[in-house]
């Protein structure tokens, strides 16, 4: 959802997706004078709960560097994220641009912290907005925490090995376990029926809500992937045997590199007895604990029969175990590629692989090459034709990357010739190390990596999301989503498949946010680490001076400023 209000030369534009907001602000010329920055309050209208979201940076004069609030240490740039919304909840934020010296926000500040002290600080441009809700079928989409969330995870569970402590893993969740689990239990009778694709067939949760799912008269079928190399099918078929399964289970053996899927369709039966797709839950999800509690991940329900048609058919020809031949044929009939980004439709297209050709892959080349503002997530090397793209200057255009490591952008420097353009924001996923939460997801992870087939192995904490999303902020943006990998091997070797929305900005809307959650995280951590090897100090700066980068044409920062206002189009 998004909302927009202005006051006194003030600006300020909200985008809330579920469990993370977006929020934008400007300021009129004559404003801008003596602006230290902003203040951000938030309310949660349900609860009446009000507090100052935090800031990562302080003024060199603030005694208490533990805690720094927005209320005496106010953010000098133009955007800010909050992360800690709920899905479908009411809140009110309220942006106060401040004035004086540093000592005197900072006195100000310190009594606006206090319990019923929120008022010391006056004025501002206050809206209300309610956030998505991934219980309603339009956007029933869950991210996990992923490996970003290390402060946040000691300072709810202290410096302890998420094992150990069953909330911690519900918290790493955030959702996503519980959202399949939800889905799976849709199947409520014999009159539905669940047919899935699934890489690694493993982590017991799912796996017995299938099974319940059965019992409650449900039909049941998994394809899963089988090949021979790493220890992926051995350890489906255990899994398998171990937790007792006798729903049909179809091995894939033939054909494809990998069965690289991890969907579900959702089948009712009509009037007349015969079952239908009516449902999908997609995404690019592994039944593992590192899927799950570990990377960056996202599961997807659409709830939609033409699209579940789609999906049910893919499964059909999965379920005969055809060869790779058979399979294109069947894939481009299927879901034949758009050639470009101006030929997809409104609404909501399904691709699947592997195809005869790089269509794929042209198509989202294509979708970079015309955005005004983009955000690509790639856990593994992007394709050449991908990658050429992201190298072109950028124009006028605005591009935020986030990649697993270096290597996802080709050779070595290429990430900083990427960032060497003022368009350009390129990130890698950074590990954090040193305490428990990082052993336990570095842990999870190598498990899953001896059982991967892929060449391009996953390797401790990291983006595992793949994601291009096109002028988010616009009318018209466009969302590429899935299991598949934007490279040769995802697009004409393997079993796999996409989603990609156009013109859905509720959709749109949640990606951002929790897109941006990530990046600002490393992105952050890139810059901080890179600064205190300089000995530079990473604090709030004393003059109105740090503002005059968001309004020089031709800087970063000011197309940054103008992205998330939405005027770049």
């Known amino acids: 959802m998004r909302a927009r209000a202005s006051k006194d030369g003030l600006t300020v534009r909200v985008i809330a997706?579920?469990?993370?907001?977006?929020?934008?602000?400007?300021?009129?010329?004559?404003?801008?004078?003596?602006?230290?920055?902003?203040?951000?309050?938030?309310?949660?209208?349900?609860?009446?709960?009000?507090?100052?979201?935090?800031n990562s940076l302080r003024f060199m004069g603030d005694p208490n560097p533990e805690w720094v609030t927005t209320a005496r240490a106010p953010l000098q740039k133009f955007r800010w994220g909050d992360y800690t919304t709920e899905?479908?909840?009411?809140?009110?934020?309220?942006?106060?641009?401040?004035?004086?010296?540093?000592?005197?926000?900072?006195?100000q500040g310190v009594i606006a912290e206090r319990p019923g002290g929120f008022d010391a600080i006056p004025g501002g441009v206050s809206l209300e907005l309610?956030?998505?809700?991934?219980?309603?079928a339009a956007t029933s989409i869950f991210f996990n925490r992923g490996a970003a969330a290390s402060q946040a995870y000691v300072a709810k569970f202290?410096?302890?090995?998420?094992?150990?402590?069953?909330?911690?893993?519900t918290w790493l969740s955030r959702g996503l376990e519980e959202g399949l689990v939800a889905f799976i239990a849709k199947a409520d009778g014999p009159d539905f029926a669940l047919h899935g694709c699934i890489y690694e067939f493993e982590k017991p949760t799912p796996i017995r809500a299938l099974i319940q799912a059965q019992k409650?008269?449900?039909?049941?079928?998994?394809v899963y992937h089988a090949r021979n190399g790493g220890k992926t099918a051995e350890e489906n078929r255990h899994a398998i045997e171990s937790l007792g399964v006798e729903f049909p289970t179809t091995p894939r053996t033939q054909g494809s590199a990998i069965m690289h899927n991890k969907y579900l369709v959702l089948l009712r039966k009509d009037a007349a007895?015969?079952?239908?797709?009516?449902?999908?839950?997609?995404?690019?999800?592994?039944?593992?604990?590192?899927?799950?509690?570990?990377?960056?991940?996202?599961?997807?329900?659409?709830?939609?029969?033409?699209?579940a048609e789609r999906y049910e058919a893919g499964f059909q020809v999965l379920a005969q175990d055809l060869s790779i031949d058979a399979t294109q044929a069947k894939n481009d009939v299927i879901t034949p590629t758009p050639l470009n980004r101006a030929a997809l439709q409104h609404g909501t297209t399904p691709l699947f692989s592997p195809q005869n050709g790089l269509g794929m892959i042209d198509l989202y080349a294509d979708i970079c090459k015309t955005a005004k503002v983009l955000m690509v997530s790639a856990p593994f090397a992007l394709h050449e034709t991908i990658r050429a793209v992201l190298q072109s200057p950028t124009d006028g255009a605005m591009r935020f990357m986030l990649a697993d490591k270096e290597g996802s952008y080709g050779e070595k420097g290429n990430i900083d010739k990427l960032n060497a353009d003022p368009g350009n924001m390129a990130a890698v996923a950074k590990p954090f190390e040193g305490i428990k939460l990082a052993d336990f997801q570095k842990r999870k992870l190598d498990r899953d990596r001896l059982m991967m087939d892929e060449g391009f192995h996953h390797a401790g904490i990291h983006i595992h999301s793949k994601i291009i999303l096109a002028d988010p902020f616009g009318a018209d943006p466009v969302l590429v989503t899935g299991s598949a990998n934007f490279s040769t091997n995802s697009t004409v070797a393997n079993d796999s498949n996409v989603l990609v929305f156009r013109g859905d900005t509720a959709v749109a809307d949640v990606y951002v946010a929790d897109f941006m959650r990530m990046f600002e995280h490393y992105w952050f951590r890139s810059r901080r680490d890179a600064k205190l090897e300089a000995n530079q100090i990473f604090a709030l700066k004393d003059t109105d001076a740090w503002s005059e980068k968001y309004f020089t044409p031709g800087t970063r920062e000011q197309r940054d400023r103008l992205a998330f206002l939405g005027l770049i189009t």
């Open 17 to 54: 997706g579920t469990h993370a907001a977006l929020l934008a602000f400007d300021l009129a010329d004559e404003r801008r004078a003596g602006c230290l920055g902003f203040s951000i309050e938030r309310t949660d209208v349900g609860t009446g709960d009000r507090r100052w979201l935090p």
């Open 87 to 107: 899905p479908g909840r009411l809140y009110r934020y309220r942006v106060v641009a401040r004035y004086g010296a540093p000592s005197e926000i900072l006195a």
């Open 130 to 136: 309610r956030t998505e809700d991934n219980r309603n």
């Open 158 to 169: 202290g410096d302890n090995d998420p094992d150990d402590i069953p909330e911690a893993l």
């Open 216 to 222: 409650r008269g449900a039909e049941v079928h998994i």
């Open 273 to 307: 007895g015969a079952l239908r797709p009516i449902a999908v839950w997609t995404g690019g999800t592994n039944w593992t604990e590192g899927g799950i509690y570990g990377q960056l991940n996202v599961g997807h329900a659409v709830y939609d029969a033409a699209v």
